[in-house]
């Protein structure tokens, strides 16, 4: 019997259509790339079993109901837009009506389940608002309220985080001395909710409950580019991200 907590990671895919030009003709190439790798290899080898979804393996495969996401102690949705778990393909090709799967992530986490949600260009609001997670179920869960327009806030220079919180178990033992990231989602903490960690002014992880869940805000990403290579291969990346998942999910 597999003893391992087991976490959903959702998004972190993307498909890169490029045009070349030469003189008067031109042909296209696709590339097809993924940035999970350092958030994957940071829970497996702190003991987790991570079942990732690709965003157009969730788009049809994400699942549609609380009972089926129980058997994992944690869900993570990553630069993922809120239209792929909206939009299954059988509903917007075929007009047919199934389950609200982000009523789905709601309902798991007020069961008991944990949440996570990781920032990027399609996840909050996200570039041109084009997220469209504000005024949503994830809002609801989340300890952050989300704003209704683009939400970026681009920081080429680089800001450094700043731990409000040190006793918190997300990051414990990871000291006061953090790589810079390069952007982020700008976020308000909700009321009652645990401010964990700044960049600027603004949160960088905020820590809350919903029913008798968990949830987690992480407005920076967790690959490049937001997260340079420098906080990616941080000693105190995957420890950030196991004791993370391990408090979202209670365990």
Partial sequence: MNSKPRVLIAGESWTIHSIHQKGFDTFSTVEYAEGIRWLR???ETGGWQVDYQPAHVAARDFPFDAQALSK??????????????LLHPDTFVRSVALPNRLHAIRDYVAAGGGFV???GYMTFQGIDAKGQYSGTAI??????TISAT????EQPQGVTPEVIDAAHPIVA???SKWPHVL???????????????????????????????RTVAFTSDCAPHWAPLAFVEWEGYAPLWRQLAAWASGK
Avoid: F, Q, W
């Fill in 150 to 153: 683009d939400d970026r806030s």
């Fill in 41 to 43: 290899e940071a829970l």
């Fill in 72 to 85: 994992y102690d944690c869900v993570m949705l990553s630069d993922v837009g809120a239209n792929t778990l």
């Fill in 183 to 213: 952007g982020y989602n700008r976020v308000a903490p909700k009321a009652g909710a645990t401010l964990i960690t700044n960049v600027g002014n603004d949160p960088l992880i905020v820590a809350g409950n919903y029913g008798k869940g």
């Fill in 117 to 119: 949600m990781i920032g």
């Fill in 139 to 144: 809002e609801e869960i989340l300890p952050v």
């Fill in 173 to 175: 033992g990871l000291g």
